[in-house]
């Protein structure tokens, strides 16, 4: 009999296995997610600022060499719920954080758990669509830019039509060794009408035909472009919070 219920599709296991050796990998942890202890520093050599990492089950604090020992010492009283906050980085990082970026959530999609909603024409962006293209990012603004990432010279890059229209696009940047790391920007004109859902299902055929991972990261703050991450299927792995440092040490 047909409840009506929703039934949850999980991604493939070798899927989750891949994303923890990626962030295990990020997060300098040698010995991997699942044996790292629930709140912990760790010291990670990619890049100069400081990544907050947290999921159901741990928060890690990602450090530089130079400033490991002083987090680690920031560490030893709070919770998780009290450490993964902007409060926090600022009282504990005021004078060497230059940008605090999210909190933000990081959602994946693999070809078991992607739900194409392509409504509209969509189809991978040639050079002929340049001027569209630059047209679409000078729409946005500033913050918009900021934020999502988007770039005319983006490649590959997959667009939505209406009329001949460029509505929507949406492009990825292989993240080592399977991710896909998509970046989406709609008209002001066409928005919540599914263009960005149709650009992102002409990427994803690309992507996933190549083995790759779909990654959607958005701020926690941006309902709808979580939604449209729902709503294609993604599924929610981590919240992030990033900071910029002023001098990397």
């Not at 962030?23 to 010291?43: K, Q």
């Not at 920031?74 to 990082?93: I, K, M, P």
């Not at 918009?144 to 997959?158: C, N, Y």
């Amino acid at each position: 009999m047909d409840t009506g219920a929703v039934v949850e599709i999980e991604m493939k296991a070798e899927s989750e296995q891949e994303l923890d050796r990626f962030w295990a990998y990020e997060l300098g942890m040698d010995s991997g997610l699942a044996n790292a202890p629930r709140i912990c520093c760790t010291v990670q050599h990619i890049y100069s600022g400081v990544q907050l990492f947290r999921n159901s089950e741990q928060l890690v604090v990602a450090s530089p060499p130079s400033r490991a020992e002083f987090i680690q010492d920031a560490l030893t009283d709070g919770s998780a719920e009290e450490l993964f906050s902007v409060e926090w980085l600022q009282r504990v990082l005021s004078k060497d954080a230059e940008k605090i970026l999210g909190p933000a959530e990081v959602h994946y999609a693999d070809e078991t758990t992607f739900r194409s909603a392509r409504i509209h024409s969509a189809r991978a962006l040639s050079a002929s669509d340049s001027v569209a293209h630059k047209a679409l990012v000078a729409a946005l603004d500033p913050g918009e830019v900021e934020d999502s990432g988007i770039s005319a010279q983006a490649a590959p890059a997959f667009g939505a039509f209406c009329d001949d229209r460029l509505c929507a696009v949406a492009s990825y940047e292989v993240w080592k060794p399977s991710i896909a790391h998509i970046t989406v920007a709609i008209h002001p004109d066409y928005r919540r009408r599914g263009f960005a859902k149709a650009a992102v299902g002409a990427l994803a055929a690309d992507a996933l035909d190549r083995g790759l991972i779909l990654q959607w990261r958005a701020v926690a703050w941006n309902k709808n472009s979580l939604a449209v991450a729902r709503d294609l299927g993604f599924k929610y792995y981590c919240s992030t919070l990033y900071v910029r440092l002023r001098d990397s040490g």
